[in-house]
């Protein structure tokens, strides 16, 4: 990692405060940007992950619209023939689909939303446990252009039985 003088003249500011604050905690960081000592820099990036790419926001985002429609839509049914455990979100493999997995862990656990998917399922902590992104791109496949084909918002609309049944149906090919 290269920092301009800037940067370092801006880290180092922020490095003297945060000393301030917690004596003994960073002035050896304070000391290595100060002084130029390029093989120490990366320590100020040891507790940052990479970045998520956006498309993997985004796609997460889908998938978790499109369980929020099958979800609430199950449960408007007046009867069903549909397993309650067939229309639960199965989460992402933490160890194959990381980025996936990350980003639906964060939106769902620490930010609070799509709270139904959560509700009743066992997988509270969204490790699927093997891979599921080419099951929900199946499904994302018929989802995507039906949502366009009826111009609906995907947080706005009720399926039928026979949609659901359909797109579970993608889920389990």
């Given at each position: 990692m290269e920092l301009t003088v800037?940067?370092?003249?801006?880290?180092?500011?922020?490095?003297?405060?945060?000393?301030?604050?917690?004596?003994?905690?960073?002035?050896?960081?304070?000391?290595?940007?100060?002084?130029?000592?390029?093989?120490?820099?990366?320590?100020?990036?040891?507790?940052?992950?990479?970045?998520?790419?956006?498309?993997?926001?985004?796609?997460?985002?889908?998938?978790?619209?499109?369980?929020?429609?099958?979800?609430?839509?199950?449960?408007?049914?007046?009867?069903?023939?549909?397993?309650?455990?067939?229309?639960?979100?199965?989460?992402?493999?933490?160890?194959?689909?990381?980025?996936?997995?990350?980003?639906?862990?964060?939106y769902l656990n620490e930010l609070g939303r799509y709270e139904e998917l959560l509700q009743g399922n066992p997988r509270r902590d969204l490790n699927s446990h093997g891979p599921t992104l080419r099951r929900y791109r199946r499904m994302l496949e018929w989802w995507k252009p039906f949502l366009e084909e009826e111009q609906l918002e995907s947080i706005n609309y009720t399926l039928n039985e026979e949609q659901i049944k359909e797109l579970l149906s993608l889920w389990k090919a």
């Open positions: 800037v940067e370092r003249i801006i880290i180092a500011n922020q490095l003297r405060i945060l000393e301030k604050l917690y004596p003994g905690d960073y002035k050896e960081r304070l000391t290595f940007i100060e002084r130029g000592y390029t093989y120490n820099y990366r320590e100020l990036s040891s507790g940052l992950n990479s970045e998520t790419p956006l498309d993997v926001c985004n796609e997460v985002i889908d998938i978790l619209d499109m369980y929020r429609s099958i979800t609430i839509s199950y449960k408007n049914l007046p009867e069903t023939d549909i397993s309650p455990n067939d229309i639960l979100f199965s989460g992402f493999d933490m160890t194959s689909e990381e980025y996936h997995y990350g980003y639906a862990t964060f």
